[in-house]
């Protein structure tokens, strides 16, 4: 009967994950494109120059948020659920009080990269015309607004409450753009202008867009729990009073705060400033380096080349780590041995989804590359075409394909891992960030921007292999389950889809040549034909489907 039950909870917590990840797409989707469409309007009327300046202050946003919350959320999802707690009303308490301390640690963290940002900008000659003060305080405003929401969103992914999750997070996202584009619409220069007057007014208006985005998300996560959260079933038992949202014990007698506990989310910090080097070491390189006209290029190119990655891949990560952290996550440090139910279910999710990356970076290779040009004079005009946009999206392109595939992996290892195997990840990742950092300047240096995309082409490869052998030596060797093969996850695509996929990037390479850039005519007929080319590329994979039907 025990076993039985166990069964049924880790079948249920795959259901709910599923489901949750169903829920954050098809929300996601409505969102994004909505926001695509301001965004596009955005950048249409923004100079490069302004966009760069964006960029930059871009920066001390997502360094100091990852650097404050990206090690505590990992942790929290290694933890059970309130419900199969011991004692639910600490736990809930616990969760509070950690976000509030995390709140401590993002101040530290904002004022260093504060200074950071400070000298970055008294050493640069391109920032010393512009007065920036006004627009790098109101950008500091919003950082440490956005850190009030923390104890809520990590309640929030004990639960699982997926949808409510991505709700507040696209509503943050559409009201900002849309605040930013009115304020650009009713300025004088409508963002175009760049005088270094007419560049710190568009810069005032970013940042301004930046605070409502933070005031969104607080006002989303508070409103909601205070409004219902003694409605939700998970927190009946333990959130009674609106003061409880507050740091406090639990439970008589209890300490606020379990340090033995707490202290181990500080042991994924080293990794989390890892990733940090690894995702955003570019901008310290491009800051540095680049002129403000470059830097704007890049975001642009970054912004709809990681469309996908934002849409898709961000998604697909969480719920694979909440689900394999759930399922296999007590068998790190082998506290306990998993189920075969639970290998059974975690397999089969690899599997899947690395097909399914598998295919979509096939399909952004082979029509990605050639059409970027394309995309661009349609999304933005010829001021972007006329730029170094073009080449830098069909680099990203490649880029893409890459991190889909490390990202998931990267994901069963910080889910499923032991410490040692985390301190082992640790120094891969480190040595990876010293050779993508050296490799980024030097590229940097003989390819231009271009040189920064190609580096991080190099380092996701390297991560990637890293992790596959992780999962086939942990899992496969170690539980001999025969699921675990990664040769499964190639041969369950047929290579007609592949070789159709060749001949498709074959005639996509070129028709670039045959058709001049700044026609119309040609970009229609050049679409035209790129659509039956995708038609055939989906006809493959129809092909091996009926031909090798999966289970």
């Given at each position: 009967?025990?076993?039985?039950?166990?069964?049924?909870?880790?079948?249920?917590?795959?259901?709910?994950?599923?489901?949750?990840?169903?829920?954050?797409?098809?929300?996601?989707?409505?969102?994004?494109?909505?926001?695509?469409?301001?965004?596009?309007?955005?950048?249409?009327?923004?100079?490069?120059?302004?966009?760069?300046?964006?960029?930059?202050?871009?920066?001390?946003?997502?360094?100091?948020?990852?650097?404050?919350?990206?090690?505590?959320?990992?942790?929290?999802?290694?933890?059970?659920?309130?419900?199969?707690?011991?004692?639910?009303?600490?736990?809930?308490?616990?969760?509070?009080?950690?976000?509030?301390?995390?709140?401590?640690?993002?101040?530290?963290?904002?004022?260093?990269?504060?200074?950071?940002?400070?000298?970055?900008?008294?050493?640069?000659?391109?920032?010393?015309?512009?007065?920036l003060f006004t627009p790098f305080l109101l950008y500091v405003v919003a950082v440490l607004l956005e850190?009030?929401?923390?104890?809520?969103?990590?309640?929030?992914?004990?639960?699982?409450?997926?949808?409510?999750?991505?709700?507040?997070?696209?509503?943050?996202?559409?009201?900002?753009?849309?605040?930013?584009?009115?304020?650009?619409?009713?300025?004088?220069?409508?963002?175009?202008?760049?005088?270094?007057?007419?560049?710190?007014?568009?810069?005032?208006?970013?940042?301004?867009?930046?605070?409502?985005?933070?005031?969104?998300?607080?006002v989303g996560y508070f409103g909601y729990f205070l409004l219902k959260g003694k409605t939700i079933p998970?927190?009946?038992?333990?959130?009674?009073?609106?003061?409880?949202?507050?740091?406090?014990?639990?439970?008589?007698?209890?300490?606020?705060?379990?340090?033995?506990?707490?202290?181990?989310?500080?042991?994924?910090?080293?990794?989390?400033?890892?990733?940090?080097?690894?995702?955003?070491?570019?901008?310290?390189?491009?800051?540095?380096?680049?002129?403000?006209?470059?830097?704007?290029?890049?975001?642009?190119?970054?912004?709809?080349?990681?469309?996908?990655?934002?849409?898709?891949?961000?998604?697909?990560?969480?719920?694979?780590?909440?689900?394999?952290?759930?399922?296999?996550?007590?068998?790190?440090?082998?506290?306990?041995?998993?189920?075969?139910?639970?290998?059974?279910?975690?397999?089969?999710?690899?599997?899947?989804?690395?097909?399914?990356?598998?295919?979509?970076?096939?399909?952004?290779?082979?029509?990605?590359?050639?059409?970027?040009?394309?995309?661009?004079?349609?999304?933005?005009?010829?001021?972007?075409?006329?730029?170094?946009?073009?080449?830098?999206?069909?680099?990203?392109?490649?880029?893409?394909?890459?991190?889909?595939?490390?990202?998931?992996?990267?994901?069963?290892?910080?889910?499923?891992?032991?410490?040692?195997?985390?301190?082992?990840?640790?120094?891969?990742?480190?040595?990876?960030?010293?050779?993508?950092?050296?490799?980024?300047?030097?590229?940097?240096?003989?390819?231009?921007?271009?040189?920064?995309?190609?580096?991080?082409?190099?380092?996701?490869?390297?991560?990637?292999?890293?992790?596959?052998?992780?999962?086939?030596?942990?899992?496969?060797?170690?539980?001999?389950?025969?699921?675990?093969?990664?040769?499964?996850?190639?041969?369950?695509?047929?290579?007609?889809?592949?070789?159709?996929?060749?001949?498709?990037?074959?005639?996509?390479?070129?028709?670039?040549?045959?058709?001049?850039?700044?026609?119309?005519?040609?970009?229609?007929?050049?679409?035209?034909?790129?659509?039956?080319?995708?038609?055939?590329?989906?006809?493959?994979?129809?092909?091996?489907?009926?031909?090798?039907?999966?289970?």
């Amino acid at each position: 009967n025990r076993a039985r039950q166990v069964m049924a909870n880790e079948r249920a917590l795959f259901k709910k994950s599923v489901s949750g990840f169903t829920d954050i797409f098809s929300l996601n989707l409505l969102s994004k494109a909505l926001t695509f469409l301001l965004n596009v309007a955005i950048i249409r009327s923004v100079a490069p120059q302004a966009k760069g300046l964006s960029y930059f202050f871009t920066g001390l946003v997502t360094t100091t948020l990852f650097l404050q919350r990206e090690a505590l959320r990992l942790f929290v999802q290694r933890q059970k659920p309130l419900n199969d707690t011991p004692d639910p009303p600490k736990s809930f308490a616990r969760l509070i009080t950690y976000g509030w301390l995390a709140l401590v640690w993002g101040i530290l963290i904002t004022v260093i990269a504060s200074i950071w940002v400070t000298y970055q900008m008294s050493e640069s000659k391109q920032y010393e015309n512009i007065s920036l003060f006004t627009p790098f305080l109101l950008y500091v405003v919003a950082v440490l607004l956005e850190m009030v929401a923390e104890p809520l969103y990590l309640v929030a992914q004990n639960l699982l409450m997926f949808r409510l999750r991505v709700i507040i997070e696209g509503m943050a996202i559409f009201i900002s753009n849309l605040g930013l584009f009115m304020l650009l619409w009713t300025s004088e220069t409508q963002g175009r202008g760049t005088t270094p007057a007419q560049l710190r007014s568009t810069s005032i208006s970013f940042a301004v867009s930046q605070i409502i985005h933070s005031l969104v998300i607080v006002v989303g996560y508070f409103g909601y729990f205070l409004l219902k959260g003694k409605t939700i079933p998970e927190l009946k038992s333990v959130f009674k009073r609106k003061r409880q949202l507050l740091p406090h014990a639990g439970s008589r007698g209890a300490s606020m705060v379990e340090w033995n506990d707490f202290s181990k989310s500080f042991s994924l910090w080293t990794e989390s400033v890892l990733r940090w080097v690894l995702t955003e070491g570019e901008r310290l390189v491009l800051t540095s380096m680049a002129l403000l006209s470059d830097q704007g290029a890049y975001e642009v190119v970054m912004n709809l080349g990681s469309l996908v990655a934002r849409l898709v891949f961000k998604l697909v990560e969480e719920s694979c780590l909440t689900t394999w952290g759930k399922l296999l996550g007590g068998a790190a440090d082998r506290r306990q041995q998993p189920t075969r139910e639970a290998l059974e279910l975690s397999s089969g999710l690899y599997i899947l989804v690395l097909q399914f990356l598998l295919l979509l970076g096939a399909v952004f290779v082979v029509f990605g590359c050639p059409y970027s040009p394309t995309l661009l004079y349609i999304l933005y005009g010829t001021t972007w075409l006329e730029s170094s946009a073009p080449t830098l999206l069909q680099w990203y392109c490649v880029y893409v394909f890459f991190m889909g595939l490390s990202g998931t992996c990267e994901s069963f290892i910080r889910a499923t891992a032991g410490s040692a195997d985390l301190r082992r990840l640790q120094l891969f990742q480190m040595i990876c960030g010293v050779g993508y950092l050296v490799g980024m300047y030097f590229f940097n240096t003989w390819f231009g921007c271009k040189g920064i995309i190609i580096a991080n082409t190099v380092s996701m490869m390297a991560r990637f292999g890293y992790c596959a052998g992780f999962y086939a030596r942990r899992y496969f060797a170690v539980h001999k389950y025969p699921l675990f093969r990664l040769s499964t996850v190639f041969t369950g695509i047929h290579p007609l889809t592949y070789l159709c996929a060749l001949v498709c990037a074959g005639v996509n390479v070129l028709l670039v040549g045959w058709l001049p850039v700044g026609q119309s005519v040609n970009y229609v007929v050049h679409v035209g034909v790129g659509g039956v080319l995708f038609g055939l590329f989906g006809f493959g994979g129809a092909v091996q489907q009926a031909l090798h039907p999966q289970p």
